[in-house]
């Protein structure tokens, strides 16, 4: 099965390969063209992939909708705008020094890429970079999480019917595929997943000096200030960790909250979470707006990470409700959280809260500067000085002040890791430049230089003083 795989790997890559030039050369229209057919299939296929999202995990359809829909059409909208300024060569100032040149900055597409997609959002994870990609006009290889079958044969079906595989090519399977994929020499290899994983996927990259986007995560925390609005804080985070049952690469991971607030704090979540999820008090289970765990191994994970936490001090705030043959956990918030817990030194990837107790944000300072740099940092707070000392010392992949998760549907600002959290940066002209060459060309329009060849006589030599010493 492995050979079969491999060989057709190596026979789509090559197909692939001879197709570059011509795609490196599509125009800004046909490139579009590519984007809106995927746009149509996905809209007009709608409850297809609602069905197929619901068999992998039951997600809610409109979550669907709002985390996996809108943001494709969201890219495809935002790149059909500019994809044409995009593509345009990029004049640049002349330095004195090469007076009578003429430099520019060519985008030029990269070529072989994969793209190697998670599981949590099963569709827009795969399909956004790989918009960018064919924006960029390159060929690509695509695989899908097998941890959401469903959808991943969903993206199979539809990428076959819109492209032929010399241009796009979907290879669904196990970790087995990914390691066949990665034994090619691709020109660039665009991976979401832990921190773990991207280690491996960076090592193969190595072995060719192939560049990569590695959209990774971490342990995302959210600050609570000393005047903070506490309702709106409870409500926002409530929405931003248990959406999708908190696999979600940016969700807060964790919560600092002023002492002062602590009390309040818990009491608004506790709110928000049943006006949520619990409404009419049947139970959360009962909700037809909460997503499961993707299956039972993360299921026994997460509550492996709750009993751990319990053992070393942890209190269950609220929630704790279960049941390993649906894969429910509902929304759980622990209490009396510290650091040497492994709830707190790994990421969650599900719906529990630690809650964390600070008087002076210089302890969080301290704290954050000890452990990896994460994905998203989460600032809630009516205080401008408050934010600014935060955000000047601390370092994290993007920020959002007074809400959580909606930075990522921003398409002018980069969204992507540090260090540990990820390598690169994706959305808009950000993820272009990702899947580009950004080709320096410089054209030469007089003589002048041949006044520094050899022999470098006295009149050379005076020139060049002059140089040093004015330009």
Not at 5 to 25: C, G, T
Request: glycine share 6%.
């Amino acid at each position: 099965m492995v050979s079969l795989i491999e060989d057709q790997i190596a026979e789509v890559f090559w197909i692939q390969k001879s197709s570059l030039s011509r795609l490196k050369n599509t125009t800004h229209k046909e490139r579009i063209d590519k984007l809106r057919s995927i746009e149509k299939y996905m809209i007009s296929h709608k409850k297809e992939l609602f069905d197929a999202l619901y068999d992998d995990f039951k997600k809610p359809s409109s979550e669907v909708i709002l985390a996996e829909l809108l943001g494709v059409k969201r890219e495809i909208d935002h790149i059909c705008a500019h994809l044409k300024s995009w593509m345009k060569p990029q004049k640049v100032d002349t330095p004195l020094l090469l007076l009578g040149t003429q430099g520019y900055v060519q985008m030029e597409a990269k070529g072989m890429c994969l793209i190697i997609a998670p599981w949590n959002y099963p569709f827009n994870l795969a399909i956004c970079p790989l918009l960018l990609a064919i924006a960029a006009g390159n060929a690509v290889m695509l695989k899908p999480s097998e941890l959401s079958p469903a959808t991943s044969t969903f993206i199979k079906k539809m990428i076959t019917s819109l492209f032929d595989r010399s241009e796009v090519a979907v290879f669904e399977g196990d970790a087995a595929v990914s390691t066949c994929l990665l034994d090619q020499k691709f020109d660039h290899i665009f991976f979401t997943g832990s921190p773990m994983i991207g280690k491996l996927v960076m090592k193969a990259a190595a072995e060719h000096l192939t560049s990569v986007t590695l959209e990774l995560g971490g342990k995302s925390p959210a600050i609570i200030g000393p005047l903070a609005d506490i309702e709106a804080s409870a409500q926002k985070i409530a929405w931003g960790k248990f959406l999708n049952n908190g696999q979600t690469c940016i969700a807060p991971d964790y919560v600092y909250v002023h002492e002062k607030h602590y009390f309040a704090f818990l009491e608004a979540l506790e709110k928000s979470v049943n006006s949520f999820y619990n409404p009419d008090k049947k139970g959360v289970q009962q909700s037809k707006d909460y997503a499961r765990i993707v299956n039972s191994r993360h299921f026994s994970r997460i509550m492996n990470l709750v009993e751990d936490a319990k053992l070393h001090g942890a209190n269950v705030l609220f929630g704790g409700d279960t049941d390993e043959q649906d894969c429910f956990i509902a929304p759980m918030v622990l209490t009396n959280c510290h650091h040497d817990m492994k709830i707190m030194q790994e990421e969650i990837f599900g719906p529990i809260l630690p809650i964390l107790v600070y008087k002076d944000e210089q302890e969080i300072i301290d704290k954050l500067a000890r452990e990896e740099k994460p994905l998203a940092l989460y600032i809630f707070s009516e205080n401008e000085e408050f934010t600014q000392h935060i955000l000047k010392n601390t370092s994290s992949g993007g920020v959002v002040v007074n809400d959580c998760l909606i930075h990522y549907g921003h398409g002018e600002l980069p969204f992507g890791g540090v260090n540990n959290s990820g390598i690169g940066k994706t959305g808009g002209k950000y993820g272009f430049i990702e899947f580009s060459n950004q080709k320096s060309v410089l054209i030469q329009h007089s003589r002048m230089m041949k006044f520094l060849y050899p022999p470098y006589q006295l009149k050379v030599r005076w020139m060049l003083d002059f140089i040093l010493k004015w330009l």
